[in-house]
Structures are given as C-alpha cells and as structure tokens.
C-alpha cells in the first residue's frame, strides 16, 4: 500500500493542481450556470469517467500480461505470446472495436449513454473475468493448461475481441450523456477532462498492472479489472442520468449541431449518410486513424522495445521505464488540459488549430525519434541516467492524447450535435482503432520476432537495436498525413439548425 501511495502521490497533486486551474478559469462568455447544477453534473460525470479509466484498465492489462505470457514457451517452443502473437490479438481487438461503432454508436443514440455504459462495463467485467480463467487454467497445469496453450492464439484473439466489443460502448456512451450537460463553449475544458480519464486509465493499466502483476500474478491482472468494472456498474446504475432533465434539472440549448433541431430522429442508415458526406466529420475521422495508429505504436511498444534491447540500450530499469503509466498520466493530463483551455480560450472552441499545433509537435518528435531510438545516455546525475528516446516517447504521448481528447471526445459532440453523437462518436472513434488495427498489423509484420535458446532465454533479431528502426520509422508517414489533415478543419465550428435561419 505504501509503494503505491508514493506512485500515486504525483499524479493526485498533480490533479489537485489541474481541479485548482479549472476552478479559477474564466467562466465562457454567455454560459451560465448554478452551483446545483455544476454540482450535480460533477456526480454525473465522476463515476462514469472512472468507468471508462476503468474500462481502459481492463483493455490494456493485455499489455502488462504479455510480459509474463512472452517468458512461457508454447509447446511449438516459441513464447506463448510473442510480438506477432501481440500484434494478432490486438489487431483482432482493435478491428472489432473500430468496426462495432456501427452498431453501438446508433444503440447509444437510441437508447442512451447510460444504458451503453452499463452493456459496456458489465460486458467488458464479464470477458475479463474469462481472460482470468483462461489464465488461471494455463496456470494450473494438466490437461486444461495443455488445451490453452495449444489454442491460445486463437483463443485470446476471440476474448480479447469479445471485450475490445463491450469496449466500444464506452467512448460512445461517455460523449453520449455529456454532450446535453456541455455548452459548446464549455467543451474544450470537458475534452481536457476526457484526456485526464485516459490518463488515469492508462495508469491503471500499467502501473497498477505490474503492481498486480509483480505481487499477485498474472491471473489477478484481469481479476482486478472485472472487480472494479462491477463495483462502477453499480455507481453507474444509481448516479449517471442521461440529461439535466432527468436529473430534475433544466435541460439548455448546447449550441451544437443539433441546436434548433427539435424534430423526429433521422433513420440510422440517414444518420450515417449525413455524417459520411460531412468533410469535417471526415477530416476528424481521417486525423483519428492517424492517431489512433502513433497513441499505440508508442504505448504498445515502447517498453516491449526497451525490454527486449536491455542488453545493448540498458532502457529497461530507467526512470521512464519503471514509471511508464505514471508519466504517461501525467503526459495525458498535461496535453489534454493545455489542449482544452487553449480551444475554449484563446481559438474560441475550434478544435483545429489545436490538432494541427500537436500534430506538429508529432511530426517533429517522430523524426528525432527515429534519428536516436538507440542512443546511448545523454548525462547521469547521481543515480538518475537520461535517455532522450525515453523522454521524447513521453512528449509524444502529450501531444496524442492531447489531440485524442480533443477531437474524439469533444468535436464529436460539436458536430455530431447531442441528438446524432453516438454515431459521430462511433464513426470517429472507430476510425482511431481501425488506426490500432494497422498500427499491428505493420508491427506484426516488421518487428523482429522471439526466438529462445536451448536455456529458454530470449536469443536472435530482437535483441539488437538496429532492428527496431521500423518502429519509430512507421510513426514518421502518419504525423505527417495527421498534421496535413488537421490543418483542413482549422476553422471549422459546429452550426446547428438555429444558426441557419
């Protein structure tokens, strides 16, 4: 308890700081409301933020399993999930989320963003509890643990699908019940909010992951996740309420797309054809994909990298390797806090100009990264060594999740408008995992692969830096196609039916 309260003491100041600054913020011109209503909307949002970061715990722990799976030999003698292992799984996930939005995102809209998070949480706690028993079996020995280790490529690759579907319910669903209690003035402040809850997840994920991993073993990895999915289940189910109007507040004019829109719902098949002949929709979407592919190509693979080059870089044991989710939260609040109070107050809520300025900074890292992944340490004071690969990674992960949260969770609220933004929110989000997807297969392909020797270590290809250039080299095309992109909608802002006329 105390290893992780001295972990976790930096990101809760760090959040203490961050809460301090939005309070003390300038409040948006022609937004106003009561401290009931502010009040009540913080009990809205809270427990269902922390599903989500919950969510992405139980998405991501895949990540932290892998460095116990990749240290058990198959029966073939390979590792029981070596990277192209890693890579099919997560591309099998990633293309099922990326493709679900097009039946969750419309189910949001029709049935609302609470009922998605319950589906969402209650159906990702379930596949997780299964992922543990899978484990629990392998472990165990016998002919149970011979069935899952001769089947365990296929058979993660189905689990982990199952849950990266229940997944997809929850950017959806989180966009979804936001998006009336949000003045569109006011959301660049929430899309700060949504990177903060990326980022706790992501902490969660691997630094409480190898905590669990370290302590408890590979089969609590995803026993804990199920755990904390069903205690929120519960949160959720009592607290969150899909409008002020059933919270028995005053429902207001959100000044989005669908403002002045009072008429009947649109068919689903309509819907989707307005948001697909929508260029900023598209844009957005386009710009995702590219995110979606650099988020994970660091996330997924810098610490893999850094483990299986230790011999040569000596990465592995480095600050930024021992304290990955933390300064990767910290990256995440930081990008997604600068990213939302320049929108809403300095570029008066456009979205673009802070996706290009990012990109920007993607772009630039992306090719320093390729120019030094394997360099030596840059100076040591102390015991503290600085690697510049490790550092520019974490800059990186600022600039990403800072674009993320601003356009997957606010200008899908802006231009999908609250009456059509689960299939806005789909079709985006769907296109950041769809980017995931890609993301994988390219690394499956390109990335050296295990080999063991007759002592079972590690030996061959992976171990030497120099086959690694394909990973930061594949990040250099996509920062330049996201930045190009994102400079196409640098002026765009949401006009809702009210604004035409």
Not at 7 to 28: C, D, N, S
Not at 168 to 177: M, Q
Request: net charge neutral.
């Amino acid at each position: 308890m105390l290893e992780w309260l001295k972990e976790f003491a930096p990101i809760g100041i760090l959040l203490v700081v961050v809460a301090l600054v939005i309070a003390r913020l300038p409040r948006v011109e022609g937004v106003s409301h009561s401290d009931a209503f502010r009040r009540r909307r913080v009990m809205n949002w809270l427990p269902l933020g922390l599903t989500y970061a919950f969510l992405y715990m139980g998405r991501y722990n895949l990540n932290v399993s892998k460095f116990a799976f990749e240290e058990m030999q198959d029966p073939s003698g390979g590792a029981m999930m070596g990277n192209d292992d890693f890579g099919i799984i997560f591309l099998v996930g990633t293309w099922v989320y990326g493709i679900s939005f097009v039946l969750n995102g419309p189910l949001t809209d029709r049935f609302g963003g609470k009922a998605a998070i319950l589906v969402g949480a209650g159906g990702a706690a379930l596949v997780n509890l299964l992922m543990g028993l899978a484990t629990w079996t392998l472990l165990g020995g016998g002919a149970g643990a011979d069935f899952v280790a001769r089947n365990f490529l296929p058979l993660f690759s189905v689990l982990y699908g199952a849950n990266m579907y229940f997944q997809s319910f929850g950017a959806v669903a989180i966009v979804k019940v936001n998006a009336p209690w949000f003045h569109v003035r006011e959301r660049g402040v929430f899309g700060a909010i949504f990177g903060i809850l990326i980022s706790l997840g992501i902490y969660f994920a691997y630094d409480w992951g190898d905590l669990i991993l370290n302590h408890l073993g590979v089969f609590w990895v995803f026993m804990i996740p199920a755990i904390l999915l069903g205690v929120f289940w519960v949160l959720d189910a009592f607290l969150v309420q899909d409008s002020p109007a059933q919270a028995g507040l005053a429902d207001f004019d959100t000044a989005d797309a669908s403002s002045g829109d009072d008429g009947a719902r649109l068919p689903v098949l309509e819907v989707f054809k307005r948001m697909l002949s929508n260029p900023v929709i598209v844009t957005i979407s386009l710009v995702e994909f590219c995110s979606g592919f650099l988020r994970q190509a660091i996330m997924q693979w810098y610490r893999t990298f850094a483990k299986q080059t230790d011999g040569a870089l000596h990465l592995k044991g480095d600050f930024v390797y021992d304290n990955w989710g933390m300064l990767l939260c910290v990256a995440g609040i930081t990008g997604g806090m600068v990213a939302g109070i320049i929108s809403d107050h300095l570029f008066k809520s456009r979205r673009g100009p802070v996706a290009a300025l990012l990109y920007g900074v993607m772009l630039v890292g992306a090719l320093l990264l390729t120019g030094i992944y394997d360099a030596g340490p840059l100076f040591q004071v102390g015991g503290f060594v600085f690697y510049p690969q490790a550092w520019l990674v974490v800059i990186l992960s600022m600039a990403v999740i800072g674009v993320h949260g601003m356009l997957s969770g606010t200008a899908s609220m802006d231009f999908g408008g609250r009456k059509n933004v689960g299939v806005a929110v789909g079709i985006i989000d769907g296109f950041v995992y769809l980017g995931t997807g890609a993301m994988s297969l390219t690394y499956s392909l390109v990335l050296p692969k295990e080999q063991f020797d007759d002592a079972g270590k590690l030996t061959g290809p992976v171990l030497d830096p120099a086959n690694w250039l394909g990973w930061p080299l594949a990040m250099v095309p996509l920062a330049l196609v996201g930045l190009l992109l994102a400079t196409r909608v640098w002026n765009a802002t949401p006009k809702g039916k009210s604004a035409a006329h």
